[in-house]
């Protein structure tokens, strides 16, 4: 079972506003898309931890279903705070979008089963678990059943160390979930996205991964805590996890070879993730 790890394209249909990169937004989407259609042969595939568009609106989520079309490949969704998240329940109600949204629901995949959680608050950027979402998780962690459970949430259920971006990570409900996670006999892997920096980290057991975003990484303005690491353009990558039945899991981060990064599209405040 191989599968890609996206996150936070922000796809915007029209001019944003208030963002230096966002002119450049669609391109290098596109060049993300033509990334994963070169290697869509060995995906089985692609996850998408929310925001998947910018301004939440209908005209938005249709061209990221045309961006992503060619690719022919199942793209499992959540949503992210820029996604409404009303605006994305709307298109699921309509449609659009439901055959891959995640939310409050498990997909069995074989090896792997997904379980999606929506972790939005409508106009904030700061999220929260409702007590279903973590009734879910309960019952899913305490199944008998054998395959590998991935979590897939908008916010990661951890501050990363990154002083501007641990306020926005604030997740009302963390505290709970990681005692559900710390209990399980066989602990989840738990995919993220919202904090525009590709990052790994080991959490109560769970391998956790936050995908960076292609279209608006956050770099070289903010360094872990008050320590001099200040990654590069690798932040503008995805991941590529291979998971077999015996337990293997590999993960291989995979660099956008962007448009955009041609132009400067690098944000140095947190403001609009
Ligand atoms: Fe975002």
Redesign the pocket.
Same mark, same amino acid.
């Given at each position: 079972m191989r599968f890609a790890h996206i996150?936070?394209l #922000?796809v915007c249909s029209g001019p944003a506003a208030g963002a230096t990169a966002r002119e450049d937004i669609i391109a290098t989407v596109e060049a993300l898309a033509g990334d994963l259609a070169r290697i869509a042969g060995c995906l089985d595939f692609i996850v998408l931890s929310?925001?998947m568009t910018?301004d939440a609106r209908p005209e938005s989520f249709r061209k990221l279903e045309e961006l992503f079309a060619p690719l022919a490949l199942p793209i499992f969704t959540v949503p *992210?705070? #820029?996604d409404g998240p009303a605006a994305y329940f709307r298109e699921v109600a309509s449609g659009r979008l439901a055959e891959g949204d995640l939310t409050g629901r498990v997909v069995d995949l074989g090896a792997v089963r997904l379980l999606g959680l929506d972790t939005c608050v409508e106009n904030e950027a700061t999220g929260a678990l409702s007590a279903q979402a973590l009734d879910l998780v309960a019952r899913e962690l305490d199944s008998n059943d054998l395959s590998q459970l991935i979590i897939v949430m908008?916010h990661p259920p951890f501050a990363p160390g990154l002083r501007q971006f641990d306020e926005i990570v604030r997740l009302e409900g963390a505290a709970e979930l990681a005692r559900l996670v710390a209990g399980a006999a066989r602990a989840p892997i738990v995919l993220s *996205? #919202? /904090?525009?920096r590709a990052y790994q980290a080991r959490w109560n057991g769970a391998n956790c991964f936050v995908a960076g975003?292609a279209v608006?990484p956050f770099t070289a303005e903010h360094p872990y805590g008050d320590g001099p690491i200040r990654p590069s353009a690798e932040q503008r990558c995805y991941f590529v996890h291979a998971i077999d039945a015996d337990g293997m899991h590999v993960v291989t981060p995979q660099p956008v070879r962007s448009v955009a990064s041609a132009r400067e599209p690098t944000r140095a405040d947190p403001d609009? /993730?």
């Open positions: 996150s936070d #922000h929310g925001d910018d *992210g705070n #820029h908008h *996205g #919202h /904090v525009h975003s608006l609009g /993730v």
